[in-house]
Every structure is written in structure tokens, then in C-alpha cells.
């Protein structure tokens, strides 16, 4: 069974760095694009930033760029979301998912996106 798995959240201030990750168990995380989500309290989960199977990045929330990257470790079967200069505004449970291993692009859409990890929660304090 395909699971993925979050962590890395917590309480930081204003400024500080985290690096989240998706470690995915029962297959081979290389051959999938991954996507990171954030929903925070009221509004709707958005998309911030992908990495297809080819390890082509993709943003989609334009308030993280310069930010925020991704990048992912095939011997850990683990996708990182490296966060710097983290805002109160990013302020959000953050998931991982992943589209099915055939697709090859990014998407912002979470519907195109068939696995998810259960969020890991990232609060950052002004």
C-alpha cells in the first residue's frame, strides 16, 4: 500500500526557515510528480509548489517565490519543501500528494492529484 507521509512543521517566527518533508513508502517516489498543498484556517487549499517525475519544479502561489523550493531525494524516496523567510501569512497545515505515476507534468489542481499525505502543520508567529 502507497503512503506518504509529512513532517517537519512546527511553530517558528517570522523570518526563520523549515524544511518539510514527504517520505513515501510501498513504491518508488521517482517515478511520481509530487505536489505541495497548504490550506489555512477559512480558506481554500491552494497549491504552492510541485516537482515532476522528471525534476522539473513548478510554483503556484506567487507569494513564495524566492522563498520556498522543492526538491526531492531518490534514496530516501523523501520530497522536500525547503521554506525561508517564512511569513505569518504561510501560516497553514501543508500536505503532500501526488498525481497518478503516468502523469508526467505538474498541476495546480489539487483534484489531478490522487494520494495524499495526512498535512503536517506549519504556524509562524509575527
Known amino acids: 500500500q502507497v503512503q506518504l507521509a509529512e513532517s517537519g512543521g512546527g511553530l517558528v517566527q517570522a523570518g526563520d526557515s523549515l524544511r518539510l518533508s514527504c517520505a513515501a513508502s510501498?513504491?518508488?517516489?521517482?517515478?511520481?510528480?509530487v505536489g505541495w498543498f497548504r490550506q489555512a484556517p477559512g480558506k481554500e487549499r491552494e497549491g504552492v509548489l510541485c516537482?515532476?517525475?522528471?525534476?522539473?519544479?513548478?510554483y503556484y502561489a506567487d507569494s513564495v517565490k524566492g522563498r520556498f523550493t522543492i526538491s526531492r531525494d531518490n534514496a530516501k524516496n523523501t520530497v522536500y519543501l525547503q521554506m525561508s523567510n517564512l511569513k505569518p501569512e504561510d501560516t497553514a497545515v501543508y500536505y503532500c500528494a501526488t498525481r497518478p505515476p503516468y502523469e508526467y507534468y505538474c498541476s495546480g489542481y489539487g483534484s489531478e492529484y490522487d494520494l495524499w499525505g495526512q498535512g503536517t502543520q506549519v504556524t509562524v508567529s509575527s
Open positions: 510501498g513504491t518508488t517516489f521517482s517515478r511520481y510528480t
Open positions: 516537482i515532476s517525475s522528471g525534476d522539473t519544479p513548478a
